[in-house]
């Protein structure tokens, strides 16, 4: 190592990358725009100003994805679309030439499970279902879950699984995951190192395994559009968009 290279950036990755356009993913399909209903925008004038972040770095579509999570967050269309409806009239106010849709990240639990049997959810597109996972352990519902959703043919898709710690010394179970359908979705955040090095390494190697699906910006405020922005030079994000594994655009 040279005198000077001792200066140069720790993070190889980020060096000569022009930052990434989100143009050709096109549609975000997991954030948390809609202000009020859950621990994203908190008003009207911050969900705006989050999707002009949004748009700023390319993406043209929106799947929101409010949180539905009895014990927290008690959503349900009727709190949903009623806030969807005030955020694009204020998008058409303003001229912006976007689209905005809403469906939810479902909490799995007993309550997403009555609204699989009752086939009252939200998707992204036409059948896709997003779902998120208990932080601390393996739901044990899961593969009942999933085996319901699938046999209705809703297309499952796992929210940001590198986060989940109890799966990072078995990253077999992302495979058997993919392997049976359902679509892994991961948060380009993970990327930066904000949430760990193991959620960083974990991410890595799912890009590396060609198993990503989804990406999506789980943005609920400034913080993550922060986050964001620091990871459009990221040379595993550029390799991931550019593998033409990603279904973002066919939302
Ligand atoms: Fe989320």
């Known amino acids: 190592m040279g005198f000077f290279d001792r200066f140069k950036p720790k993070n190889k990755e980020a060096a000569n990358i022009d930052p990434i356009n989100f143009e050709s993913v096109i549609t975000d399909m997991h954030s948390h725009l809609l202000f009020g209903i859950d621990d994203g925008a908190v008003s009207l004038e911050n969900s705006l100003e989050l999707i002009e972040h949004l748009m700023s770095m390319g993406y043209k579509k929106f799947y929101t994805t409010p949180h539905i999570y009895r014990d927290l967050y008690f959503n349900s269309p009727e709190t949903i679309l009623p806030k969807l409806e005030i955020v694009r009239n204020a998008i058409k106010e303003k001229g912006w030439d976007i689209e905005l849709h809403a469906a939810a990240e479902y909490f799995l639990d007993e309550h997403f499970e009555d609204l699989i049997a009752k086939k009252e959810l939200l998707t992204i597109g036409k059948k896709y279902i997003l779902f998120e996972l208990n932080f601390d352990e393996e739901p044990i519902n899961l593969k009942r879950a ?78 993550h559009i922060n986050l964001s922005e620091m990871v459009r030079t990221n040379a595993h994000l550029k390799k991931l968009i550019e593998s033409g594994k990603l279904l973002n655009h066919t939302l």
């Open 146 to 223: 999933l085996f319901n959703l699938q046999i209705d043919g809703f297309k499952p898709i796992l929210a940001h699984p590198e986060r989940y710690s109890y799966y990072h010394r078995q990253f077999e179970k992302f495979v058997d995951l993919a392997d049976r359908d359902v679509f892994l979705q991961l948060n380009i955040n993970s990327l930066s190192g904000h949430y760990g090095p193991e959620v960083k390494k974990t991410s890595e190697r799912m890009i590396d395994a060609g198993i990503v699906s989804f990406i999506g910006t789980d943005c609920h405020h400034l913080g």
